[in-house]
């Protein structure tokens, strides 16, 4: 009887090894929210050479894993609605519950993407309003890695509603992104149909670190970052202490023979860590708010950027997605390296189907992290519902095209005006400055022309160069384009020239 006992377990336990069950990664999940029209990839892992098969109402696909173990297919294309249920079926069953499918964006970013609604403008009364069950959150919890993650990382008690779907309610909306929120609601407002929010942030973050590796190998340009990343730290007083005690958390792992640790902004790390997880979950596009941990390498932004954008498409493999980002707000500190950073993530809307929400008058002069989430997500989904979804609307303010000079003046024309320039507050235009061949800008007098603008100081006889708002934290800016004989956005910082700034030297 022992020895029937015995080759009987052996018998079991040789099934349990060479019989795996089939996972899939944690994105999916129940209360998850699916990509509307398109063919959703669905993914994960089984024996080799397992057949699995997927079902979602009507929609049924089926592959076979190959020899690593690894499988992908695709449902749909999708009509929105819901609920459904996810089967995946091989040697197990998964079923994943209460599915939606509707429209997925990741927002991603460092701290005022990172910025959570408990802690936005009126956030007792957002929080206590927020009853939509069809928007729903997952976030991704924060991890570092030197290769790409195929799943995100565990999660313990303390954090258990992270790498989970959320379902939006007064007791959990106060974690979810405020920005990311705000553009749902907005959205779910006017499709009304499910939003589902990737929330995929980390404050104090540098785009570098949100990059794939390969970004730094072939390009020469961006191979000196990963020899002066560690300088960056530098640039502000907050850094200069994380990064030590970095420094001194290595040398005491080198001690200890264990593995070194990594920094948050280490070229990649969080691309791997964060990024590489969730890809390629079906997305329609990506709400990006960043900048501010690159703004003292302004100059470098200009292709950095640029860069991500299109790294993060290669990834996805789902075309040019849209990719629509807040430009930096007013805050006031020195040096003045905002402006500069400004311009290099206007310089971005070169890349197809981008868009941009200025944000230079909804800061706050005292803190780099304004409360007015609301009219940023606002202004995002303005992009997105004109951009993506097909509404006849004015979703960007006046961008500057073109000036001549004549007689001392300075005429400049705009793209994007609307129902026409205005000034927002009834005052004096504001905010503009000028230059002669000095490169010395002086404040300058402005009005508004129909759609252009008459700019002038009698104390520069032969100007060559306007500027716009072109300060860390412009005060008084009022152009504004308008909409229903109202203004409605405001004008983007801008300069006529193309004179070096402070953060060109910058490696």
Not at 62 to 70: I, K, M, R
Not at 309 to 336: M, S
Request: charged fraction near 20%; aromatic fraction near 12%; include cysteine.
């Amino acid at each position: 009887m022992k020895r029937i006992f015995v080759l009987t377990f052996l018998l079991i336990s040789s099934t349990w090894f060479v019989t795996a069950n089939v996972t899939l990664p944690r994105i999916f999940s129940d209360n998850m929210v699916l990509q509307r029209d398109m063919h959703v990839p669905v993914w994960g892992h089984a024996d080799p050479g397992e057949i699995v098969k997927a079902a979602l109402g009507v929609h049924i696909a089926q592959t076979t894993a190959d020899e690593n173990g690894h499988w992908k297919l695709y449902l749909g294309p999708l009509d929105p609605g819901g609920p459904f249920e996810l089967t995946i079926s091989g040697n197990n069953r998964i079923t994943v519950r209460n599915v939606l499918v509707g429209e997925v964006w990741v927002c991603s970013g460092q701290s005022n993407m990172a910025m959570e609604v408990e802690n936005c403008l009126d956030a007792a009364r957002e929080k206590n309003n927020a009853n939509y069950a069809e928007i729903r959150q997952f976030q991704v919890k924060r991890t570092k890695s030197t290769r790409p993650l195929k799943d995100v990382s565990p999660v313990d008690a303390k954090t258990s509603w992270l790498n989970s779907w959320e379902i939006c309610s007064p007791s959990t909306v106060g974690h979810f992104t405020g920005t990311g929120y705000f553009f749902a609601l907005e959205l779910y407002k006017k499709l009304g149909i499910p939003i589902g929010l990737i929330h995929a942030s980390w404050g104090g973050t540098t785009a570098e670190a949100w990059m794939p590796a390969d970004t730094f190998v072939t390009d020469s340009e961006f191979s000196l970052i990963l020899e002066h990343w560690p300088d960056y730290n530098n640039d502000e007083e907050w850094l200069k202490e994380e990064y030590a005690n970095f420094v001194k958390e290595t040398e005491k792992a080198r001690k200890n023979g264990s593995s070194l640790p990594l920094y948050f902004n280490q070229p990649s790390v969080l691309f791997n860590g964060i990024i590489a997880p969730v890809i390629p979950f079906g997305i329609r596009g990506v709400t990006w708010y960043q900048g501010e941990s690159n703004a003292y390498r302004a100059y470098q932004y200009q292709t950095l950027f640029p860069a991500l954008i299109k790294q993060w498409r290669r990834a996805w493999q789902q075309g040019d997605f849209p990719f629509l980002f807040v430009q930096l707000a007013n805050y006031h500190f020195e040096p003045q390296v905002f402006p500069e950073l400004r311009e290099a993530q206007q310089m971005a809307l070169s890349l197809p189907v981008t868009a941009m929400a200025v944000a230079i008058d909804v800061g706050d002069s005292a803190d780099i992290h304004p409360k007015n989430k609301q009219e940023v997500g606002k202004r995002l989904a303005l992009a997105a519902r004109g951009l993506i979804y097909g509404e006849d609307l004015v979703f960007s303010g006046p961008v500057y095209k073109s000036m001549h000079v004549e007689k001392g003046r300075c005429w400049l024309e705009f793209d994007q005006t609307g129902a026409g320039l205005t000034i927002a507050d009834n005052k004096p235009l504001k905010g503009f400055t000028v230059a002669g061949t000095d490169r010395i800008f002086i404040e300058a007098k402005a009005i508004v022309d129909g759609n252009r603008v008459i700019v002038w100081n009698e104390n520069v006889k032969d100007p060559v160069a306007v500027r716009y708002a072109w300060a860390n934290h412009p005060q008084g800016c009022n152009l504004y384009n308008q909409q229903n004989n109202r203004y409605f956005l405001p004008a983007s910082p801008f300069r006529t020239d193309t004179w070096p700034g402070i953060t060109q030297t910058r490696k």
